[in-house]
């Protein structure tokens, strides 16, 4: 289920300034030249490892952080030019870690009923009623209304954010390593749980996850990325079933499936992770790509279509029809 | 089984901890052995008591805790009656342990260098320089690059991935005959994960240590575990060789562990995954009965009173629950036919 774009990144770019010395600052490119796309309907799964520049890339997004360049289009129009407050109504956040992203000090009703409040939705019985009706939708009894986050399990927190999220009726929400805290039997009614919100209500979602098995599971389209580049994009099942980039597919087979006495895949990653203030040649990824061509060290790789899946690498070109 | 090669020997190993609402059961006479060179998996979700019962076995304990147990056997040292002396000096040497965060078990205060080679000072009367050597073989073999430099770097310098292979070697340096590894991948990157659990399966074929490791994670735990141990609310539920228990679990609580887990290529992209509805039990105050019976789709009334005993398919898979192996193949078939 594709519709048209409701988020749209072009060419956006960002570095963090790193203090050298006592004068000199270096550039740490964080998020290099991503163009992505969510169409309404979609989950696009973010992967990559850590330090790669996913969470950079999701508070570009949210517009908590302005790029370096580049243009971020909420809905066809240009996220710089408007205000927070109306972006919050569009777009929305799921944290990691559900014991740090609620206020303690806060009681569950008032923390659902937080965004309301300062969006001036209605009036306190209506934005009450409202506040019980999200507890509904994600499974939550009104009974713990007065409760306090410290009293809730790690899952019940997290249907919490979830409410929390749900409260001004976005379209899109970013979901950053949203059941990695959990346990294995909570992670699935998490998921489940986004997976009837996106029906009932339309949603779209960002999800990021080192969980391959959980993007998988959730993701319609995929955006690999690597030292802050996305160096594949495309529809998830064509991704997982044929990945074009040397990368992903070393991703995927890193991926531990039960499988009694297969023991653990060579994923043969050469090297050490690498250094995002010291970018490689050439194809960022070549010093430890197990398929390295020596134009790889030299020359950039373009981004080449493989039935309709983008991928950054050399290899990519013999199979590109154009 | 040949006696000879049995390493380690725990039976009815329990941990007590007061409260103010109460004792807290939080290890149930948990029983396990293990031999030489064997991987044995500790799986189970969070506060089931997998972690305590390791820090138990090493009688590390919290202070308020009260362990016991009837057999702690490791090799011929009885682990019961040994003083605080002698076990300060059992550990780091024949057994040894690595944690899931490695910042945390490393002291931020000193060099990377000076924290290894104290490990081997510690346990055998060798020169610094003799030590110093024994942990540049380590990096060299855990795959740390330039060894020489990081052996003056501290923590902080080095990343997460860095900082296991350091704990890994500095866990390897007295040669232990046996691994406590409490979730040391958990805060890794898949890829890392990967590299790391290959460098210990292969030091372990290497060195014949036995290694205990405990996780969450079930496809992890298919990949490396002779044997495996499944715990919930404290107590062992199911113990059985692995391809048994993932071809044939018995405990409905394990089938239910293995039936939420998506598995690419075979469970349904975006389908709903089953999942164990309700919560874990308090473990506060005495406990009667089958603990996973508020959850379970089986259970009927004989589950809520009494000493639940031990079912067995085999000497070597056992399972705590009151129905037969074959009530229990025959109900999980139903609840899989029922979700397709």
Redesign the interface.
């Known amino acids: 289920m594709s519709g048209k774009a409701i988020l749209e990144l072009r060419h956006v770019e960002h570095a963090f300034k790193m203090r050298e010395g006592l004068f000199s600052h270096r550039a740490l490119q964080a998020v290099d030249d991503v163009s992505l796309s969510l169409a309404e309907g979609d989950v696009l799964g973010v992967v990559g ?2 330090g790669c520049g996913k969470t950079t890339l999701l508070r570009i997004m949210l517009g908590l952080l302005t790029p370096v360049r580049g243009d971020i289009l909420l809905d066809g129009a240009p996220i710089a030019d408007q205000k927070r407050r109306d972006l919050a109504r569009k777009i929305q956040m799921i944290f990691q870690d559900p014991y740090s992203s609620l206020n303690p000090r806060r009681s569950i009703g008032s923390i659902v009923g937080q965004p309301l409040e300062i969006h001036g939705v209605g009036d306190s019985t209506e934005r009450a009623r409202r506040v019980r009706e999200l507890l509904d939708v994600v499974g939550l009894p009104t009974r713990m209304l007065d409760n306090y986050p410290t009293q809730l ?2 899952g019940q927190r997290q249907r919490v954010a979830i409410a929390r999220a749900l409260a001004l009726r976005p379209r899109i929400i970013v979901c950053d390593e949203p059941t990695s805290a959990l ?7 998490i ?2 749980l986004l ?1 009837d919100l996106r029906r009932d209500f339309g949603l779209s979602y960002v999800f990021v996850s ?5 993007v ?3 993701a319609t389209r995929i955006a690999v990325m690597y030292l802050g580049r996305i160096v594949e994009t495309g529809n ?2 064509d991704i ?1 079933r044929r990945p074009g980039h040397p990368y992903t597919r ?2 995927l ?15 043969q ?1 050469g090297g ?2 690498p250094n995002p203030m010291d970018i490689p040649s050439g194809c960022r990824f070549h010093p430890r790509c197990p398929e390295v061509l020596p134009i790889c060290a030299t020359q950039d790789p373009a981004t080449f279509e493989v039935a309709g899946v983008h991928v950054a690498c050399h290899l990519a070109r013999a199979t590109d029809p154009k | 089984m040949a006696e000879a090669a049995r390493l380690l020997e725990v039976k009815d190993l329990s941990v007590d901890i007061a409260t103010a609402d109460g004792v807290l059961h939080a290890v149930r006479n948990v029983g396990f052995s293990l031999n030489r060179s064997e991987t044995l998996c500790i799986v189970g979700e969070s506060g089931c008591g997998k972690s305590l019962t390791a820090l138990a076995l090493m009688g590390l304990q919290p202070h308020r805790a009260r362990r016991s147990a009837s057999i702690l056997r490791f090799d011929d040292v009885d682990l019961l009656t040994q003083s605080p002396k002698t076990m300060r000096r059992l550990r780091g040497d024949r057994i040894s342990m690595i944690f899931q965060e490695p910042m945390t078990s490393l002291n931020p205060a000193f060099t990377i260098g000076d924290q290894i080679i104290d490990v081997l000072r510690q346990h055998r009367d060798v020169s610094t320089a003799q030590a110093r050597e024994r942990a540049l073989q380590l990096f060299d073999r855990v795959g740390i690059s330039a060894p020489q430099s990081r052996l003056r770097q501290y923590p902080h310098e080095l990343s997460g991935g860095l900082r296991q292979r350091m704990l890994i070697a500095m866990a390897l340096m007295c040669g232990p005959d046996l691994l406590l590894a409490d979730e040391p991948t958990t805060a890794l990157d898949v890829t890392i994960q990967a590299e790391l659990l290959r460098l210990l399966a292969e030091l372990q074929s290497e060195l014949g240590m036995a290694m205990i490791f405990i996780t969450h994670d079930l496809g992890l735990v298919s990949r490396i575990a002779d044997r495996v141990v499944v715990m919930y609310a404290g107590e062992v539920v199911e113990s059985a060789p692995v391809e048994n228990l993932f071809e044939d679990p018995l405990h409905p609580y394990t089938q239910g562990l293995l039936a939420c887990l998506p598995v690419p290529g075979s469970t349904p992209r975006m389908g709903r995954l089953p999942s164990i509805p309700g919560v874990v039990p308090s473990l506060i105050g005495a406990h009667t009965g089958c603990s996973f019976r508020d959850r379970c789709a089986f259970a009927v009334d004989a589950c809520a009173t009494g000493e639940i005993s031990i079912g067995s398919a085999d000497e070597r898979h056992e399972y705590r629950c009151l129905r037969t192996p074959m009530e229990n193949r025959t109900g999980r078939r139903r609840l899989q036919s029922a979700r397709t």
Do not use: C, M, Y
Not at chain 1, 183 to 189: E, P, Y
Not at chain 1, 210 to 214: D, G, I, K, S, T
Not at chain 1, 253 to 267: E, F, H, N, Q, W
């Open positions: 490892e850590s399990s790690g346990d294995v039997s909570v992670q699935a009614q998921l489940n997976l080192h969980n391959l098995a959980v998988e599971h959730i998830a099942e997982f070393i991703l087979k890193s991926v531990l499936t039960p499988a009694p006495r297969a023991g653990v895949p060579d994923i990653l050490a992770a």
